[in-house]
């Protein structure tokens, strides 16, 4: 079971907007020119809560469900379609997640959707490694240099 709220309190926020839904993208090119998304690729196995979280573009999408339901796979098919729409770059996107192993997940399953299009998913990380980016871009703000060592617990017991 999974269940989805858009912060419209149902109504998806997209209603108003038109969007292009994942079959329209069947007939076109991706941004970079590549040849056509097919459809089936992407709603394959999707549930209606899920398709619908998918192609709910615009605002933020909350998705509830237990282990093993589709929770990553409902994310990641919702990056590759902002992506495969155009409604945002690939270095325009911020994917944070907890784990090495979920964020090189997440990178490869958003590949193998959309192929190359999505090189460049420069802030797809673990919260660490975004912050530490951030750190290392914006280190002079911070009175830092852009070399700054970070410790790990090992590092911190033989310093004290």
């Not at 858009?6 to 329209?24: A, K």
């Not at 196995?45 to 999408?61: F, H, K, M, W, Y």
């Not at 997640?97 to 090189?104: C, E, G």
């Amino acid at each position: 079971m999974c269940y989805i709220r858009s912060p419209t309190n149902g109504r998806r926020v997209t209603d108003s907007l038109p969007s292009p839904r994942i079959s329209d993208l069947a007939r076109s090119r991706g941004p970079d020119g590549q040849a056509p998304v097919a459809a089936s690729d992407y709603l394959k196995g999707l549930n209606p809560e899920q398709r619908d979280a998918v192609e709910t573009t615009e605002g933020p999408v909350l998705v509830l469900a237990g282990a093993g339901t589709g929770k990553t796979r409902v994310l990641t098919t919702r990056l590759a379609h902002i992506l495969a729409t155009g409604r945002a770059k690939p270095w325009e996107l911020l994917v944070v997640t907890f784990t090495n192993k979920a964020a090189r997940e997440m990178r490869e399953r958003i590949t193998h959707l959309i192929g190359p299009s999505a090189e460049g998913l420069r802030w797809l990380g673990t919260f660490h490694s975004v912050a530490a980016q951030i750190l290392r871009r914006h280190a002079e703000l911070v009175g830092l240099k852009s070399s700054f060592t970070i410790l790990d617990t090992d590092d911190q017991e033989r310093v004290c």
